[in-house]
T-cell receptor
């Protein structure tokens, strides 16, 4: 029973291609996130959705487009892949708090990551 | 703006020795502080967290951390290192209210020497 699952685990693709990464959580959480971890292990938030609504959109190229068909799923589509997009992408979720906000004090539950390599 | 600084990107300890991983935070409001552990080729796992109340918090695998407001620190310790503790450790900060994100430090890689 994987709590936050991402597919695929590994993705190797050529520059210029379009690819998607899928994420699903079965924890009943309302809020989901995408983080990018670069080669130096630095983690940077990209997007967050709360109950299918985009709530955090950091400075990310518009080639990256998240989609949340329902609160249990958050997918990441990347157009025109570039070498610099090579990284590990992590999906995460957090418990619902009061008034529709995420309960940040409980921390995140992370998926196991998708290692994207652009060649 | 909130941030965390982890001192030392690599820390080596002998098996059975004290583990001390340093984290200092910057936040204009009372922070929530977290430590996460990442084993090779895996996602991050929450080790422990401080939100309010007792400043010494205990987590999984024998780790603990103490919130010191006067020093703006949240250092992670374990009395006796085990080989299985070898991993990357991330300190993180957030705070209450609204749609708050968690900001991560740059990580500290812990090596345990037999």
């Amino acid at each position: 029973d994987t709590a936050v699952s991402q597919t695929p685990k590994y993705l190797v693709t050529q520059m210029g291609n379009d690819k998607s990464i899928k994420c699903e959580q079965n924890l009943g959480h309302d809020t989901m996130y995408w983080y990018k971890q670069d080669s130096k292990k630095f983690l940077k938030i990209m997007f967050s959705y709360n109950n299918k609504e985009l709530i955090i959109n950091e400075t990310v190229p518009n080639r990256f487009s998240p989609k949340s068909p329902d609160k249990a799923h958050l997918n990441l589509h990347i157009n025109s892949l570039e070498l610099g997009d090579s990284a590990v992408y992590f999906c995460a979720s957090s418990q619902p708090g009061g008034r529709g906000y995420p309960a940040i004090n409980y921390g995140y539950t992370f998926g196991s990551g998708t290692r994207l390599t652009v060649v | 703006a909130q941030s965390v600084t982890q001192l030392g990107s690599h820390v080596s300890v002998s098996e059975g020795a004290l583990v001390l991983l340093r984290c200092n935070y910057s936040s204009s409001v009372p922070p929530y502080l977290f430590w996460y552990v990442q084993y090779p080729n895996q996602g991050l796992q929450l080790l422990l967290k401080y939100t309010t109340g007792a400043t010494l918090v205990k987590g999984i695998n024998g780790f603990e951390a103490e919130f010191k407001k006067s020093e703006t620190s949240f250092h992670l310790t374990k009395p006796s290192a085990h080989m299985s503790d070898a991993a990357e450790y991330f300190c993180a900060v957030s705070f209450a209210g609204g749609y708050q994100k968690v900001t991560f430090g740059t990580g500290t890689k812990l090596q345990v020497i037999p």
